[in-house]
């Protein structure tokens, strides 16, 4: 099956470590990106990235880190610097025409 | 500052009836507007979308009108059905779609049996 996968549904998270979300896609698609979602919020973008070995910042990028070694793969890491790491964390690819497709999402808790 | 409002907040229709969703932007290098359909603890899924070189476009029951002048866009669901209950988010972005996109805090809509 063609899509993206996001691991795991859901992470649980002592207050000072660093955790790493998974994200695949097989739609063979350039573009990837990383959002997040607070309750009553709409999806805020945190890192996006374009080709292999490239990325850029999005508008709340600060406490994360990611990397694009591979085309099919983005992974997040939700760092000890994010304050308030508590959210549903959305991954999306997107190919020509720039429709952005979603994963179904981690919710990572921080306990 | 909110680049993308929407409204309402929440929105009850009757079945049959007619969801009409709004949104305003802000930012004129905005050059695609698309709308998504989440339902809970399940990801957005893109429903419809338009470029500013057409102010109306259809695709089955629901339709975007776009107003490029007073920078706003809207969705309407025709023929609403129980099963169009989620939340509804409208989203904008420039390079055509490229760069990450600008969401608006979403319509939880709700229709009526």
């Known amino acids: 099956d063609g899509g993206i996968t996001q691991s795991p549904k859901y992470l649980f998270r002592k207050e000072g470590q660093n955790v790493t979300l998974s994200c695949e896609q097989n739609?063979?698609?350039?573009?990837m990106y990383w959002y997040r979602q607070d309750p009553g919020q709409g999806l805020r973008l945190i890192y996006y990235?374009?080709?292999?070995?490239?990325?850029q910042k999005g508008d709340i990028a600060e406490g994360y880190s990611v990397s694009r070694e591979k085309k099919e793969s983005f992974p997040l890491t939700v760092t000890s610097a994010q304050k308030n790491p508590t959210a549903f964390y959305l991954c999306?690819?997107?190919?020509?025409?720039?429709?952005?497709?979603f994963g179904p999402g981690t919710r990572l808790t921080v306990l | 500052q909110q680049q993308v409002k929407q409204s309402p907040q929440s929105l009850i229709v009757q079945k049959g009836g007619i969801s009409i969703i709004n949104c305003a932007y802000e930012?004129?290098?905005?050059?695609?507007f698309p709308w998504y359909q989440q339902f809970p603890g399940k990801g957005p899924a893109l429903l419809i979308a338009?470029?500013?070189?057409?102010s109306e476009k259809k695709e089955g029951r629901f339709t975007i009108s776009f107003n490029k002048s007073a920078k706003q866009f809207s969705l309407h669901i025709m023929d609403s059905q129980p099963g169009d209950s989620a939340t509804y988010f409208c989203?904008?972005?420039?390079?055509?779609?490229?760069?990450?996109?600008?969401f608006g805090k979403g319509t939880h809509l709700i229709i009526q049996p």
């Open positions: 999306a690819s997107s190919g020509q025409g720039n429709k952005q497709f």
């Open positions: 739609l063979n698609h350039d573009a």
């Open positions: 990235s374009q080709i292999v070995n490239d990325f």
């Open positions: 930012n004129t290098a905005f050059d695609y």
């Open positions: 338009i470029r500013p070189d057409v």
């Open positions: 989203a904008a972005s420039s390079r055509g779609g490229a760069d990450g996109l600008t």
